[in-house]
């Protein structure tokens, strides 16, 4: 079992996080070392991974940042990662899906259906494969959370993004019925609900970089993605009761 990083308001969780090297995935490893979880970090790429995890390290002394390469869109090798995750630290609270990924065309008559075929990979089978490999471990964990990061669009899709909304508004849909397993589970042992899948929205995501390369751009609207590691941490200081199932909008509601 893990002692944690310290007491931080997450001491003794193991959280992992799927598509860790990007600006979000950075700021959120960051953020929940900071909070004292053991942090297990994944994505496909490894160079990036091994930044990230260093930097959360560096950032946090002592925190215990973990980096893997995993396949998500192999359901085996995703379980394979959870199975190695709890023998090592003997338990799982927390998968946190931030793989991303956009395709558009400027008119909805110019769609590429090819878009679809690699949105469908990024967005819905990963959801799909760390969902289903995370389940049982979050079910049993007195403090489960599966967070999904999505993007206002699945609610009100334009015609130029009508694969990237599709996805999502999927992806959302999947972790709603995770969601429901959750619920059911609990109601059927007469226990209390302990688990929660949670949906974050957002319009855009905004970092330092895109900031410097672009000083007079406004951003309106736009999540910083410290703002959103911040929202990601909050969902474990939540009830299950209050999250589980629900959409949780980081900007005005369309």
Do not use: C
Not at 18 to 42: D, K
Not at 43 to 56: F, I
């Amino acid at each position: 079992m893990t002692n944690g990083n310290g007491n931080g308001v997450l001491n003794g969780a193991v959280i992992a996080v799927a598509g860790a090297a990007g600006p979000a995935g950075r700021a959120t490893l960051l953020r929940l070392a900071e909070a004292g979880a053991t942090v297990v970090a994944s994505d496909a790429d490894a160079t990036r991974l091994a930044e990230a995890v260093d930097a959360a390290r560096y950032a946090h002394g002592g925190a215990t940042v973990t980096g893997d390469t995993v396949d998500l869109l192999d359901l085996d090798a995703t379980r394979d990662w959870v199975a190695r995750t709890e023998k090592e630290f003997g338990r799982i609270d927390g998968l946190v899906h931030l793989v991303g990924g956009w395709r558009g065309s400027a008119t909805f008559a110019e769609t590429d259906l090819a878009d679809w075929d690699v949105l469908e990979k990024l967005l819905i089978r990963t959801v799909q494969h760390t969902s289903l490999a995370f389940e049982e471990g979050l079910r049993r964990s007195d403090r489960g959370r599966y967070v999904l990061v999505s993007a206002a669009g699945a609610s009100k899709p334009t015609a130029g993004n009508a694969a990237y909304a599709a996805s999502k508004a999927a992806a959302e849909a999947w972790t709603l019925a995770l969601g429901d397993a959750f619920r059911k589970t609990a109601k059927a042992d007469g226990s209390e609900l302990t688990s929660a899948a949670v949906i974050l929205v957002v319009k855009a995501l905004v970092h330092e970089a895109m900031r410097a390369e672009r000083p007079n751009a406004k951003f309106a609207g736009f999540t910083d993605v410290t703002e959103l590691a911040e929202a990601i941490a909050g969902m474990w200081e939540r009830p299950a009761e209050d999250v589980n199932g629900t959409r949780q909008w980081l900007i005005e509601k369309p």
